[in-house]
Every structure is written in structure tokens, then in C-alpha cells.
């Protein structure tokens, strides 16, 4: 009995093919690495050596991988990550094959049973059972990738591989079918989302296309006042209910090149806003602390930012020794590290008047405006057992933490970023508690 498109529930299949199938991809998982091509070549030859049994290999692979990706989830990983893996050491081809086996195994798992950040993951990824039945996947797949029997075989052991070797890592929310830690809450611009959010939202994104800098820079400016405003309502709303209000955790992809300068920027962004930063540098991801609110804001000011820097950089040009020799790489390194400290500075001076704003009544509007209210007596405790908490929650996730530093080799570029990060002109921002 094989699945249909988008059905759930047990799949029955043939047990010989089966244990063909989990011989072959288990003879590529434990192959030592040089070992590998010859490991590849014959368990790919095996599978793919009859047209007559391929879609009973179709259908057991794809029963496979629903149970490798079902694991990864056990293991604290989630979409986004799995694919981010899949990028930075596979090809086009695997990084297809693993968006489809995340959509095979997904059809587990009612969307009520998956946290809003799990959701849209998904979305993003554009995850969708395309094909009509699991016996006919491979042979679909095939057709729109143009490749033989054994090319793809040959790609579906290299994924499975790759996913078979993933360690446990400290999970940032529920796995599939656990009840979500809190209310769910759509972030993406869908019906639902806080009023200020869109509008956050909608200012970074013109922030990000405006060919105008002096627009893109006060557009920042007012996006951040309204994120830090957002911040501090959510404070004080969780105040006398801290059981309902708990720190929470996301993953932002960090990639190369410049890797190091990235990641100062994302840390400068959640330190302004009371979250804390972990680099996972082998995978490519930082684990963000923090409140809900607060991880919201931070991960879309971060991309902001990170689009303008790299805007920035380009527009800086390329660099060269006095011999000819190619200095880019070093100057652009510089450039980012000097963007990202700047930025920090700024943003931790932006948080002192912000803090002190706060404490006196004067609230942002959604519009952008100001009004007076009373102060509020509760607002600096409520922030300060914020930052509490996050550091509780990030010594509980990760109790060994090292120090990362990232060398300036190149005084021009240095100059240059801290001068792109000058004219990000956030002395209008509204920062927030550094964690």
C-alpha cells in the first residue's frame, strides 16, 4: 500500500526493497570519509539498478528519510537549520531533495501541533508534496532535475549521509506534536500580526530599497524607536505574570564570507535589545536569548542592518597593494568589524536615553508620535528582571560558552565602516537594556 499525496499514516511497503534501502544508506552513514565514493558508488548502483523496482525504492526511501528528518527533530533541529546544513556542503540538487523529504515528513504534523516561528520556516522554505504518490517521487523528481537513476540515488545517500551525522544541539522550541510554550503569534505581515510590528516591518523594508541614504536613514531610525517602544510595552504588560512570559530562543544563519563581522553585528543588534547571542560557527547559525518581542525586533533590525552594511561595503569598492596584490578580502573584514562595533556603540548610548525616556512617561505612538503619560515605577525593575532571566536561560542552554574575537588587518577598511555606521544615523533610536 503506498501514500498518497499529502496523506498521513502508516506506509506499507515491500520488505525486501525496504531493508535494501536502509542497508544501502546505512553503508553510506557509516563509511569512513575516504571511503565514501567507493561507499556511494555501490549503494547508489544497487538501488538504482532496476527501472521495475525503482518506485518500490521511491517509496522506502521517502519512508526513510521521514524517520532520519523525525529524528533531527528529536535532536533540537529544526527546517531551516536542516536545509542551512544541506547549502553549505551540498549542491542544488540535494538542497531540492531535502526541502521535498521536510514536506514528506511534515504531513505528521497538523499545523496546530507546530510553534509560529516552526510555521514560518516552512512558509519560507516554500516546503509543499508536489509529487503524487511516494512511489512516484523519484521518477517525478528525475524528470524535473534531469537526472539518471543513479545521479539521483546518488544524491539522496549524500543528504541522508549528512543528516545521519547531525549531533544533538540545545533546541529553541518545541519539536512537532509538542504543545507550543506559548500562544502562537504570526510574525510574517499576515493577518494577526501587532500593529507595530507591521509597521516596523514596513519601515526596514523601505529602509532596504530607498536608493536615497538620508531616507533609509531616518526610516531605520523610526523603525527601531517604534521596536524599542514595542519592547517596553510588552514589559509592562508581563509585569505580576512572569510565568506566562519566559525567555525564549530563535536561530539566525550566519554565513560566509565574513562569517565573524556578521555575527558582531547580529550581537551588537541583540545586545541593545536585551538578548544574548551564541555562535554555532561549525553550522552556521547564532542561538538568540530573549524575550518574544524582543527576538522579533531583533531579527528583523539584523537583517536591515546586515543588507545596509553589505550595501555599504560594495559601494566602498575593492582594494589593492602597492604591488597589485588583492587587499579586498582584508578591507572588507575591517570594514563589517568596524560597521558592527560602531553600531554598538551607538545603539548602547541610544539605550541610556531611551531607558531614561521610558522612566519619565514619554511614550512612542504607533504613528510615530510622542505622548506624556505618568510614569510608570515598575518599568526599570521589570527590565532589569528581563535581563535576569535571559542570563538564567542562557547559562541553563549552553553552560560552557567560549569568547570568539575576529582581527582588523586593514586600517581603511576599519575607517571606512565606522563612518558607514556614522551615517546609519541611529541617534533617533530607542534602543533597549543591553543583556
Known sequence: MSKRKGERGPVMGDPATDQLVEQAVYQVIGAPADGLDPALDASASILAASAERWPAVSLALVAFAEQSVGRTWANGWRPADLVRVVRRGLGPVQLALAVDLIAAEGRRHPAATLDRRWQEQLRELAVEVW?????????????????????????????????GHLPTITPVGPAPGAAPLRPSRPTGPVTGEPRMLSRIRALLAKAESTEYPEEAEALTAKAQQLMAQHSIDEALLAVGHPAKDTPAALRIGVDNPYEGPKTMLLDAVAAANRCRVVWA??????????????????ELLYTSLLVQATSAM?????????DGASR?????????????ARIRERLTAATEQTT????????????????????????????????????????????????????????????????????????????????
Open 131 to 163: 509529487w503524487r504518490t511516494d512511489e512516484e517521487y523519484l521518477a517525478e523528481f528525475a524528470v524535473r532535475h534531469r537526472l539518471d537513476r543513479f545521479a539521483l540515488a546518488t544524491a539522496v545517500l549524500e543528504l541522508l549521509r549528512v543528516w
Open 281 to 298: 560557527k561549525e553550522f552556521g547559525f547564532c542561538t538568540i536569548v530573549g524575550f518574544d518581542a524582543d527576538l522579533d525586533g531583533v
Open 314 to 322: 560594495h559601494r566602498a569598492g575593492s582594494r589593492q597593494h602597492l
Open 328 to 340: 579586498t578580502k582584508s578591507f572588507r573584514q575591517s570594514f563589517l568589524v568596524a560597521y558592527a
Open 356 to 435: 531614561k525616556d521610558a522612566a519619565a512617561g514619554k511614550h512612542l505612538r504607533e504613528d510615530g508620535t510622542a505622548e506624556q503619560l505618568v510614569p510608570d515605577e515598575r518599568l526599570l525593575p521589570a527590565l532589569a528582571a528581563r535581563e535576569e532571566a535571559v542570563d538564567r536561560t542562557v547559562g541553563q542552554m549552553f553552560p560552557k560558552l567560549t569568547a570568539q574575537r575576529v582581527r582588523v588587518s586593514d586600517g581603511e577598511g576599519w575607517a571606512a565602516g565606522r563612518a558607514a555606521a556614522d551615517r546609519a544615523d541611529l541617534h533617533g533610536r530607542a534602543g533597549a537594556i543591553r543583556a
